[in-house]
């Protein structure tokens, strides 16, 4: 048999979704939620006004579902509840930053320098987080419910991937951050 076509496939990106949140942001208009609720808390009224402004039209009543979606999945939580006219306002904000954009095709080019360079700064970070914390992601690793697809070692990349997105949340929402941005 002769081969027609062969190619290397390298992963160039991590793609982690809990089955849950991935479920919850199956519909275009949670995105959209998401991301009103990632600028700002809001009421249903108003991510009801933010959605149509992006041209959503829908009910409140539907609006609030999303959000019980998305609350649910843990994407959203309560932040506020407010007193007003005989009842109860309540108030949301996103617990994640969506971020949801693609590459340009001529990212690797661009870029390639700076993947690398990052990608050795990674290494060199998840061999002291070990150091320093391998107990403890041990502990969270073993502690993930088993898939029967999964290895013990996947469940410790997942957790490492989680330190590193939570760290990047925590650090790109700062002042100092956007300030750097805009230097």
């Known amino acids: 048999m002769d081969e027609i076509f062969k190619r290397e496939v390298t992963q160039r990106s ?3 979704a ?12 949670r995105a959209a939620i998401l991301q009103i609720l ?25 609006v609030r579902h999303h959000v019980d979606v998305l609350k649910r999945a843990g994407l959203v939580q309560l932040t506020r509840l407010v ?3 005989g009842g109860v306002l309540k108030y949301y904000a996103s617990r994640v930053k969506l971020v949801h954009h693609s ?17 050795r700064a990674l290494l060199q970070l998840f061999r002291e987080l070990m150091q320093r914390h391998g107990e403890d992601v041990l ?14 070692e996947h469940f410790v990349e997942y957790v490492l991937i989680e330190v ?20």
């Open 14 to 16: 991590l793609l982690v």
């Open 18 to 29: 809990e089955p849950g949140k991935a479920r919850a942001l199956a519909e275009p208009i």
């Open 38 to 62: 990632s600028e700002r808390e809001a009421s249903i009224a108003e991510i009801k006004e933010e959605l149509e402004r992006r041209g959503f039209r829908l009910a409140p009543t539907t």
């Open 83 to 85: 007193s007003s006219r």
């Open 103 to 119: 590459a340009p095709e001529n990212f690797e080019e661009v870029l390639g320098g700076a993947v690398e360079e990052a990608s």
């Open 139 to 152: 502990k969270v690793a073993r502690s993930l419910k088993p898939c029967p697809h999964c290895s013990d």
């Open 164 to 183: 590193l997105n939570r760290a990047a949340a925590e650090a790109t929402s700062g002042k100092e951050f956007r300030e750097m941005l805009r230097k």
